[in-house]
Antibody, heavy 118, light 111 residues
Framework: QLQESGPGLVKPSETLSLTCTVS??????????WGWIRQPPGKGLEWIGS???????DYNPSLKSRLTISVDTSKNHFSLRLRSVTAADTAVYFC????????????WGQGTLVTVSS | QSVLTQPPSVSGAPGQRVTISCAAS?????????VHWYQQLPGTAPTLLIY???NRLSGVPDRFSGSKSGTSASLAISGLQADDEADYYC???????????FGGGTKLTVL
């Protein structure tokens, strides 16, 4: 299971920080990447990026300059930091497990709504 | 903008069959890349429905089927039921972006 946590409200220009805790299995698996996806209200899914347990990461080019994804294997969780947020970053943020061989997202968290507003 | 193009909406009456298309633009998503389909029921997270173009996840009814030819894929749903009403997304991998990509999503309405 995957569970997102973090503030539901972030002020413009500040940093959005979320954590995804993985339970029922180890994040230190060579079979998976661990990813973030977001969905603005009423819109479609947008890939944010992912990380492998050793720290290798990939980011959506459109977010790369503001984005950091990190992993903490001792806590079995991974995190997202998005800097200099605007109202356009308001969305439901999902974490998910990315199967490397299958190239698909086979387990998702329930999602958490983050609103950017003063 | 999505490199995978889906129709914004489709609809059908109970018992009918509908198809949802997913067309890749350019040559970045080709025969070597698989397409996967997700179902998102209202207010919930997406769940993997079809993987590797045409493989149903365990527990998914055989009313759901996927296919792929070249750079286009389709999801077919036969024997439509009211609880099939959801948003459906296709997903693949873009080799030029080096990134996972999603289609824009299709809202299925059961009339």
């Amino acid at each position: 299971q995957l569970q997102e946590s973090g503030p539901g409200l972030v002020k413009p220009s500040e940093t959005l920080s979320l954590t995804c805790t993985v339970s029922g299995g180890s994040i230190s698996s060579n079979e998976y990447f661990w990813g973030w996806i977001r969905q603005p209200p009423g819109k479609g899914l947008e890939w944010i990026g992912s990380i492998y347990y050793v720290g290798t990461s990939d980011y959506n080019p459109s977010l790369k300059s503001r984005l950091t994804i990190s992993v903490d294997t001792s806590k079995n969780h991974f995190s997202l930091r998005l800097r200099s947020v605007t109202a356009a970053d308001t969305a439901v943020y999902f974490c998910a497990r990315y199967d490397i061989v299958g190239e698909n997202l086979d387990h998702w968290g329930q999602g958490t709504l983050v609103t950017v507003s003063s | 903008q999505s490199v995978l193009t889906q129709p914004p909406s489709v609809s059908g009456a109970p018992g009918q069959r509908v198809t949802i298309s997913c067309a890749a633009s350019g040559s970045n998503i080709g025969p070597g890349f698989d397409v996967h389909w997700y179902q998102q029921l209202p207010g919930t997270a997406p769940t993997l429905l079809i993987y590797g173009n045409n493989n149903r996840l365990s527990g998914v009814p055989d009313r759901f089927s996927g296919s792929k030819s070249g750079t286009s894929a389709s999801l077919a749903i036969s024997g439509l039921q009211a609880d099939d009403e959801a948003d459906y997304y296709c997903q693949s991998y873009d080799s030029s972006l080096n990134s996972v990509v999603f289609g824009g999503g299709t809202k299925l309405t059961v009339l």
